[in-house]
């Protein structure tokens, strides 16, 4: 069992950054692969990105390919979204989210892969 803990959200301008993070204890942080969710006000939660529990692989939803980044230092148990060039359209809370097993066969859009999930931040992007 792991704990994730989402912080960094804000209000932003769009074109601005922000950097999310997400804080992992009670397991073994590097034997999960991370994902990141967001859920915008009256939609479903959305695939944004994740990352192998090595760091090695990442994979990111077409809507952010080309701004955000997802990283993770496992020397400190924690996972970050680098968001770049924030749009209006990036609003939402952002949750993080742990999933066990190899990164080949994980089903890693589908939500109901992930066993731990945050309680999540808002990000708010102002036009």
């Known amino acids: 069992q792991v704990q994730l803990v989402e912080s960094g959200g804000g209000l932003v301008q769009a074109g601005g950054s922000l950097r999310l993070s997400c804080a992992a204890s009670?397991?073994?942080?590097?034997?999960?692969?991370i994902a990141w969710f967001h859920q915008a006000p009256g939609k479903e939660r959305e695939f944004v990105a994740a990352?192998?529990?090595?760091?090695?692989?990442?994979y990111y939803a077409d809507s952010v390919k080309a701004r955000f980044t997802i990283s993770r230092d496992n020397a400190k148990n924690t996972v970050y979204l680098q968001m770049n060039s924030l749009k209006p359209e990036d609003t939402a809370v952002y949750y993080c989210?742990?999933?066990?097993?190899?990164?080949?066969?994980?089903?890693?859009?589908?939500?109901?892969?992930?066993?731990?999930w945050g309680q999540g931040t808002q990000v708010t992007v102002s036009s």
């Open positions: 009670g397991g073994a942080f590097t034997t999960y692969n």
């Open positions: 990352t192998s529990r090595s760091g090695s692989y990442t």
């Open positions: 989210a742990a999933a066990r097993g190899g990164w080949a066969v994980l089903k890693f859009r589908d939500r109901a892969e992930y066993d731990y």
